[in-house]
C-alpha cells in the first residue's frame, strides 16, 4: 500500500508472522539476523556497521546478485547508513535511513517503523516506509518490502 502527501510517497506492508513479539524484535536488532532477512530476494546483506541501541547508528550494503546492475550507490550496490530513533522492545523500531547515492532522486531521509502487534500466539509485522525517495519505484518498493517480510517469517520460523 501507498500513500501520497504533498511529494512525499508513504509506502507499507504486513505480514502476519508465526512467533511472538520478542523474537521478531530480536530479528530486528540483531545485525546477522538483519543481514540474512531484510534484503529483498535477488540481493545479499552486508552489515558494515551496527550499533543496535537508540541513537545507534548502522551502515549496510544490499549486493545485486547476477546481472543486476541498477544500485543506488554503484551498478550492483544499494549502500545505506541509518540510526536507530526509537526502540519499544516487543513493539516498534523506528529507523532513519539515508541512501549513499550521487543521484538527487535518492537524496533524502527516509523514515522506517516497524510496528510489532501480537495476534493470538502470531505478530502482525508491519513496515512503514515514510519519505520514501522518489527514484525508489513503488512497484519495486512494495515488492521488496514484501520480500523482506517473506525472508523475516521464513528466518524466525526456521
Given at each position: 500500500?501507498?500513500t501520497?502527501?504533498g ?7 504486513s ?32 552489515v558494515?556497521?551496527f ?32 540510526r ?11 529507523e ?20 510489532l ?8 509485522v508491519?513496515v512503514s ?30
Open positions: 500500500m501507498a501520497t502527501s511529494t512525499r510517497r508513504t509506502d507499507s506492508g505480514r502476519l508472522i508465526k512467533a511472538s513479539p520478542e523474537t521478531i524484535y530480536h530479528a530486528l536488532l540483531d545485525p546477522q539476523a538483519v543481514a540474512s532477512w531484510r534484503p529483498p530476494q535477488g540481493m545479499r546483506g552486508e558494515l556497521a550499533d543496535a541501541r537508540e541513537g545507534g547508528t548502522f551502515r549496510m550494503a544490499f549486493i545485486y546478485e547476477g546481472d543486476g546492475g541498477h544500485g543506488k550507490t554503484t551498478d550492483n550496490a544499494d549502500v545505506f547508513e541509518g536507530f530513533a526509537e526502540l519499544v522492545p516487543g513493539r516498534r523500531v523506528v532513519l535511513v539515508e541512501f549513499e547515492s550521487d543521484d538527487p532522486a535518492f537524496a533524502g531521509t527516509m523514515r522506517i517503523v516497524t510496528a502487534e501480537p495476534v493470538g500466539s502470531a505478530t502482525r508491519t516506509c515514510e519519505n520514501v525517495p522518489p527514484g525508489i519505484s513503488e512497484r519495486d518498493h512494495q515488492k521488496g518490502i514484501a520480500s523482506s517480510l517473506e525472508n523475516l517469517a521464513a528466518f524466525v520460523m526456521a
